[in-house]
């Protein structure tokens, strides 16, 4: 609607919520002082029908994103302050008189906190908060609980980045969107490889160049793992989301050792199931004699994380005899803990 229009509501006294302020800003709509940004792809695990809040890397809540589009068919009395902003944003006038479907989900924003959302945070939301201002239509698939979302500033480098990023939370299924992020860390490395021979001269330094590209031809597991020990150093963090793990037992003692290959940092399942019941912190590790001055805390549960995120990998892409295979019923282990593993990896090697 136009300027014009929401004043005349106001006016009418019809409205469903007081508008309180309304006035336009850089050609938005800002109503009771927020903004309704347009979502066009939302992540399949998402309940469409719970808003959730939005909070900034300071950890105050600056929007609300609201899946309106998964509304259906609804009435003008019925809707909250967030809906009808989106309302006022997308409808015409007139349409107040009608029961009316919305076309997009919108994240209602504080106008104050607006222009520094589209500059710093928008393009990358698909990885921060698992929903894009790209058009795109996701498919349905397994849903899980989130009731926060929390910002991160990260610089994906290009445009073949971001695209990756957008079919991380395109894809239906856990284990596709999976795949699509561990191919973020994969263009990570290339990117580093690339950046690292820009910077030399090739023919006086023909010799280190050859060093790099011999270096690019390591294992996956390898390059996976220098990723993550040069880009990872919120151990806390993934300490926290390792504990997680414990959730999935039986699943996990399949992948990480049943399945498993060489090159397993905790190389006793024992002591993983030890380490489960008690947590991954320094002391329990401490008390398993898993790090020594050699081995110190942070290399290792880079080495273990790395080791982790790659057998999972495995068992997703090879999907095969020989790996522990992936089925829709162990989707939940893939949501609820290798997904945010890896997320939060992604994030920390994107960070900005």
Request: proline share 3%; net charge neutral; hydrophobic share 40%.
């Amino acid at each position: 609607m136009t300027l014009e229009d929401v004043r005349n509501l106001k006016e009418e006294h019809i409205c469903p919520v007081p508008i309180i302020t309304c006035r336009k800003f850089q050609g938005h709509l800002v109503v009771n002082k927020k903004i309704a940004v347009a979502v066009e792809i939302t992540a399949a695990y998402f309940f469409p029908n719970l808003d959730i809040s939005v909070f900034n890397e300071a950890g105050e809540e600056v929007g609300i994103l609201t899946f309106t589009k998964g509304l259906g068919t609804i009435k003008w009395n019925e809707l909250t302050e967030n809906q009808f902003i989106a309302f006022l944003t997308e409808a015409s006038y007139g349409e107040h008189l009608l029961e009316y479907r919305f076309e997009y989900s919108y994240l209602v924003i504080n106008a104050n906190f607006y222009g520094l959302y589209m500059e710093k945070y928008a393009h990358t939301s698909m990885i921060w908060g698992g929903f894009s201002h790209i058009l795109e239509t996701p498919m349905q698939g397994y849903k899980t609980v989130v009731n926060r979302i929390e910002m991160k500033s990260l610089n994906l480098r290009g445009a073949i980045f971001r695209e990756n990023a957008v079919r991380s939370i395109l894809q239906p299924f856990a284990f596709e969107r999976f795949l699509k992020s561990y191919h973020l860390l994969e263009l990570r490395f290339d990117s580093e490889i690339i950046e690292e021979i820009k910077t030399l001269d090739i023919e006086r330094k023909s010799e280190t160049i050859a060093e790099i590209l011999n270096n690019y031809n390591r294992k996956e597991i390898d390059r996976l793992t220098h990723i993550i020990d040069r880009y990872c150093n919120d151990i806390p963090r993934l300490v926290y989301l390792m504990n997680q793990v414990s959730s999935f037992l039986p699943i996990a003692q399949k992948i990480f050792y049943v399945f498993g290959k060489e090159g397993n940092p905790l190389k006793e399942e024992s002591k993983f199931n030890s380490l489960c019941a008690r947590g991954f912190d320094e002391r329990s590790l401490k008390k398993e004699n898993l790090i020594n001055p050699n081995s110190p805390f942070n290399k290792f549960i880079k080495k273990l994380v790395s080791y982790w995120i790659y057998r999972v990998r495995c068992c997703i892409a090879h999907n095969r005899i020989g790996e522990f295979v992936l089925s829709h019923h162990d989707e939940s282990f893939v949501v609820n803990f290798a997904e945010p593993l890896l997320k939060e990896v992604v994030m920390q090697c994107f960070k900005a």
